[in-house]
Nanobody, 122 residues
Framework: QLQASGGGLVQPGGSLRLSCAAS????????IGWFCQVPGKEREFVAH????????YYADAVRSRFTISRDNADKAVYLETNRLKLEDTAVYYC?????????????????WGQGTLVTVSS
């Protein structure tokens, strides 16, 4: 129902565009969030976009470098990652929630996709 893609190996300072493909009803009725996880740590909030796309929220670490957007016609949500840093290396997951608050919490999200690995290395 959710599938993240677009990860890969990139040098510091580079960019990647992550995509989250969703089945129609999920995108129509839910907000979408991106989280990242490194081995041994909990998933961390990265970005969130509201159901209508009007409101976006970012973790402090990625604000001004990452941009979240959605295209309901294409049934997809995107995460443009720019000026990538070594510490951005992680598996990135997209998830869906019908809630309008607490969007920074992992437990708020009901649907999760498989992650996509982003490796930032020189």
């Amino acid at each position: 129902q959710l599938q993240a893609s677009g990860g890969g190996l990139v040098q510091p300072g580079g960019s990647l565009r992550l995509s989250c493909a969703a089945s129609g009803f999920i995108l129509d009725y839910n907000a979408i969030g991106w989280f990242c996880q490194v081995p041994g740590k909990e998933r961390e909030f990265v970005a969130h976009i509201s159901r209508g796309g009007t409101n976006t929220y970012y973790a402090d670490a990625v604000r001004s470098r990452f941009t979240i957007s959605r295209d309901n016609a294409d049934k997809a949500v995107y995460l443009e990652t720019n000026r990538l840093k070594l510490e951005d290396t992680a598996v990135y997951y997209c998830a869906a929630t019908s809630a309008s608050t607490r969007w920074h919490l992992e437990g708020t999200y009901k649907y999760w996709g498989q992650g996509t690995l982003v490796t930032v290395s020189s």
